[in-house]
């Protein structure tokens, strides 16, 4: 792997545990991890491939902790564009049964590269439609995260219980699900410092899921130290199931199934008591914040400032394409930074505070020590961004502006050592041929509905 000398960063946005910034810095990386950070004039290094940050802004490159690649297919679905979750679930469902492997091949590399465009180098991604038949999916979205060259955590989805929400054509039997994350456990997962894939368990929700199977992905995760994860707290008709079908909330029934370790992570999180907030921090465990899809939804609002002080992880998280309907990285952390001040007050969270949450409270969720700050030892993943463009000309904070004005994109990306994108160019996709397929399919697949 080539030795990498960044130059010219203007600030370098180290998110250490001091939250240094480096004016007119330099950054050196040899076999995918930082070797070296300092000011002034760069060293010599023979051989070493040079990237000009050109006065930018660099930051840790972001972690994404919750996503449904496949919704890229259908941003902006009139029949959902104005309803809550569950009947949004409804219409969106009736949308997936012909999709294919390629299908969600095809979807995954979109979402993935308008991630990487908005500075994530690191993406979990929940994905639990499998019909059967459709191929083998999740080797699909390995292909499609090796091919840009981005960190891909995937969080093997799975339903086993079927309801009117969904039908039988979407559903595996436990058996089945736990030997396909036998299977992807064996031939993808790579635990090692600087890994790009990595296999996590991810029951869709308590209402797909049987307890056998919550009980049996609980087991299987604890024991071989993979992460879990899976959909709580999203909605108050969530907890109104819950306590009609299992005569306990959501977070209390999970526990009930074995999801009570540091690994477990939630999506939403919104619907939490104060008693629930003590338990979940107490035990380390993780709550990826969607603000656009829970606004988007009329959901409600994350206790963020709670749970953090409470000693729970929290990341952010995209969540799904059509219900977001954006995969905007750095915007997502725009938006969890202004709704923490709607319900916590001005002050409750700054510009480094959103930007920890995204990257290394993702990290932290994800159980990547090796991710979430720019310091020796650390893989080499940084967002390079304009320090003034036209959204920010004028300000007086350069660093601030990246959240307080309006969410741009990367003008560099580099995913372990390697340039990914510059000057806010792939360095080897085709984007607007991906755009076109993708694009095209999608609306096949409107199509075929009426």
Known sequence: MPTLLVKNIGYLVTLDAARTVLR?????????????????????VAGAEVLDARGG???????????????????????????????WLAHMNKLWRPFTADDL??????????????????????????????????????????ELGVRFH??????????????????????????DVVRLHRDFHDPKPGSFRQVFLAPCAATSCSGELLKLSAAYAREHGLGLHSHCGETVDEDVFSRE????????????????????????????????????????????????ANMRLGSGICRVTDLQRAGAKVGIGVDG????????????????????RVKYGAEAMSVMDALAIGTSGGAAILRRPDLGSLAPGKCADLAIWPAVDLFSSGCENPVDALLLCYARQVDSLVVGGRVRITQGRFTDLDLDGLIARHHARARQIHAALG
């Open 245 to 292: 079908k299992f005569g306990r909330r959501p977070v209390e029934y999970f526990a009930d199934c074995g999801w009570d370790f540091e690994g477990v992570w939630y999506a939403h999180g919104i619907h939490f008591t104060d008693e629930e907030v003590a338990w979940l921090g107490a035990r380390k465990i993780g709550v990826s914040h969607c603000p656009y």
């Open 24 to 44: 007119d810095a330099w950054l050196l990386a040899e076999d995918g991890f930082v070797t070296a950070t300092g000011t002034g004039l760069p060293p010599a």
């Open 154 to 179: 995937c969080a093997r989805g799975s339903m086993d219980v079927p309801s009117k929400l969904i039908g039988d054509w979407a559903i595996q039997t436990a058996e089945e699900i736990m030997a």
């Open 321 to 340: 394409s059509a219900s977001n309907d954006s995969g905007h990285v750095l915007g997502e952390l725009r938006q969890a930074l202004m709704l923490c």
């Open 57 to 87: 802004i660099a930051t840790p490159g972001l972690v994404n902790t919750h996503h449904h690649f496949y919704q890229t297919m259908a941003r902006a679905y009139t029949p959902g564009n104005n309803l809550p979750l569950l009947p």
């Open 105 to 146: 091949h095809l979807a995954s590399k979109l979402a993935m590269a308008e991630m990487m465009l908005t500075g994530c180098t690191t993406t979990s991604d929940h994905h639990y439609v499998v019909p059967a038949g459709s191929g083998d999916n999740f080797a699909a979205q390995f292909r499609a995260a090796e």
